[in-house]
């Protein structure tokens, strides 16, 4: 509010004045308040990173903006709300600030690391006091390039008119040469097939952004200053197309308005991506002509046939896998829309994923390393959305459907050394394969096999009524492999006379 001052006699302000008070004007006038506005930098860059406003030679993106007013030559008298500044025009981005430490001009927030701090308040108009006839605030730029007009007034009171005084502050430069194109589509940001029962909408109105290389608007030319083109190779595209106006095809050439140029896609049958190529030519801005400098961009656009939550495939451990053995393991996914399509790398040779059911089947090779294998499954939708995770499973060493037990590799029955009563009798399976194991069935009553380290081993000792010939079968395992051998040994005479059984 304004502060008036009564009149004071002419001999009192003569005497106040030759004893050196006041310091002042030397009487009240009836001039009129005139007032003033300057920017201490009237030119500030583009603040595209979002840079916070602050005073000195390490804030460059804020100016510091004066405000003044006089009555005649003399500063209008001091108080509270005198001023009102504001952005009149020019820039919709921009703000002013006070920068004054007042609690009331500041706002505390998280500062990303678990504490607060004070940022101040960004305000489009302002009010100021006046101290010795003037005030001071600030201005400070965003992203948009342009010229922002700050006007501020005063109100005098001798007819209650508002004065005022403005300055112009120029943010950035706009080269209007195109430096990048990009796209934005409308909400959802998906297409749904061609004639869907689903309800999804088969046309996207979609948006083509043209921006210099101060990342602003860059002007449009009568022809077309955007190129956008349908890139063929997914099913997707097949039988989809563009329109715009009397335009329609896989290529269009659009004018833009404020660098932003309106296109629509539609769908085709077949789910899964479409590509679109965005062109603006930096050389004139025009694509009509030809592009001799492009500027380029791909953006995807999804065709779906439902709306799912995407496909999810969870690690799974398959255990161990021996070598020669036949092995099955059915995967499984949640989410997604069916049917679906499996593929995988990294599985040990011998071992595939059939493509339609997910089942892992196949028989390891008996060359393939035994070792851990993590290999890569990718489970695909209709929608061609995608997931993957990993399948783990170690190959173990298996026994070949050759592998001898005491030289028998074969159906046959193989005769094994004969032994001879009342001596001791040893005969060991020997083999080079570790972590064999050796079962016996039907062996005569004095023998005894078992596995010992690497072999399996037969002991005992015939007597009288033992003589004679006894078949018996030896199964070796190792893993989930395993073979069987049918053994005959026969004994004679040795020590011990033989005696036919009853």
């Known amino acids: 509010m304004l502060k008036y001052f009564k009149f004071i ?29 300057r920017a201490e930098k009237s030119q500030l860059p583009l603040n595209v990173a979002g840079i916070r406003p602050g005073i000195g030679v390490y804030s460059p993106y804020t100016t510091t903006v004066y405000v003044d007013a006089r009555k005649g030559s003399f500063p209008i008298p001091g108080g509270e709300d005198i001023f009102g500044c504001n952005i009149s025009g020019g820039l919709d981005t921009g703000s002013l600030y006070y920068l004054d430490g007042k609690a009331e001009h500041e706002t505390e927030v998280d500062d990303g ?17 006046s101290n010795s006839g003037g005030n001071s605030f600030h201005f400070h730029s965003a992203d948009q390039a342009g010229t922002a007009r700050i006007v501020c007034s005063v109100t005098d009171p001798r007819d209650k008119q508002q004065k005022f005084a403005s300055v112009d502050i120029s943010v950035g430069g706009a080269t209007g040469k195109p430096a990048s194109v990009r796209l934005e589509a409308s909400i959802p940001g998906y297409l749904g097939v061609k004639n869907n029962v689903n309800g999804l909408l088969s046309q996207m109105a979609i948006q083509a952004f043209v921006l210099d290389d101060a990342n602003q608007p860059a002007s449009g030319v009568t022809g077309g200053s955007v190129q956008v083109r ?3 190779g997914t099913e997707a595209a097949q039988g989809a197309r563009l329109v715009a106006g009397s335009q329609s095809g896989s290529v269009l050439q659009l004018p833009s308005i404020g660098g932003v140029a309106t ?22 801005n025009n694509v009509t002509n030809g592009i001799s400098d492009p500027m380029t961009a791909i953006i995807p656009i999804s065709v779906l046939e439902a709306v799912t939550a995407p496909p999810v495939f969870a690690d799974v451990d398959l255990g161990d896998v021996t070598k020669g053995v036949q092995f099955t393991s059915l995967l499984s996914v949640t989410g997604g829309l069916p049917p679906y399509s499996w593929s995988a790398t990294g599985l040990p040779s011998g071992l595939t994923v059939d493509s339609a059911t997910g089942m892992i089947g196949g028989k390891v090779a008996q060359d393939a390393e ?11 939708d209709k929608n061609k959305k995608s997931a993957s995770g990993s399948v783990t499973l170690k190959v173990v060493g298996g026994l070949s459907e050759d592998f001898a037990i005491g030289g028998c590799n074969s159906n046959t029955v193989c005769v094994l050394p004969g032994a001879t009563t009342g001596n001791k009798y040893s005969y060991s399976f020997v083999s080079s394969t570790t972590g064999v194991s050796y079962q016996f ?33 030896v199964t070796a395992t190792k893993g989930a492999s395993s073979v069987t051998r049918r053994l005959s040994i026969t004994v004679t005479q040795g020590t011990v006379a033989c005696v036919a059984a009853p």
């Open 370 to 380: 035994e070792r851990v294998y993590r290999a890569t499954i990718t489970v695909t």
């Open 263 to 284: 296109f629509s896609l539609l769908s085709g049958s077949e789910t899964g991506q479409i590509f679109l190529e965005l062109s603006a030519d930096r050389s004139d």
């Open 113 to 129: 690391n678990g504490g607060k701090v004070k940022v101040p308040n960004a305000y489009r108009s302002i009010t100021l006091g």
């Open 441 to 473: 069935v039907a062996l005569p009553t004095w023998l005894t096999g078992a596995t010992s380290g690497t072999a399996g081993v037969l002991t005992g000792t015939p007597v009288t009524g033992d003589c004679g010939t006894s078949e018996f079968i």
């Open 230 to 232: 349908l890139l063929s």
């Open 9 to 37: 006699p002419a001999a009192l302000t003569v005497a106040l004045a030759a004893c050196g008070g006041g310091g002042g004007s030397s009487g009240e006038t009836q001039e009129a308040y005139t007032i003033t506005v």
